[in-house]
């Protein structure tokens, strides 16, 4: 089973220059709410995730539905991909710096307020037929 693993891990390192992505540094939202909108579009065609992407009405679809069409116009221009055969393979948020800023509370004491930023990455790959 282990040799099996590393097959595809071997797959995937080759393949993974091939793909098209886009990467978002530093985007000023909590991880945790730009992949509850990845989690919708992962998997899907393009064109299916740019319609989930529009319609949906949470503040992470915004900057995400950028970021895919930036990916689209880099497999289109850079790798000279057909847009029909594309699909969301990949997408990922992972956690950025924390900006930490102080609240003033009740008897002279202070809470820290945690102002979380994420680094966002969409990778497409073609369909096989």
Do not use: W
Not at 98 to 126: C, E, F, N, W, Y
């Amino acid at each position: 089973m282990a040799t099996r693993i590393r097959e595809k891990a071997r797959a995937r390192e080759e393949n993974r220059d091939n793909r098209p992505s886009a990467k978002l540094n530093y985007l000023r939202m909590s991880p945790s709410k730009v992949r509850l909108v990845l989690d919708e579009i992962r998997g899907k065609k393009v064109d299916d995730a740019i319609a989930i992407l529009s319609l949906s009405e949470k503040v992470a679809a915004e900057p995400i539905l950028k970021l895919l069409n930036s990916a689209i116009a880099n497999a289109e221009n850079n790798l000279g991909m057909n847009r029909d055969e594309l699909y969301v393979a990949e997408t990922y948020a992972n956690e950025g710096p924390t900006l930490k800023r102080i609240r003033p509370r009740a008897r002279g004491r202070a809470t820290r307020i945690r102002k979380r930023t994420s680094h966002v990455t969409i990778i497409l790959d073609q369909i096989e037929r």
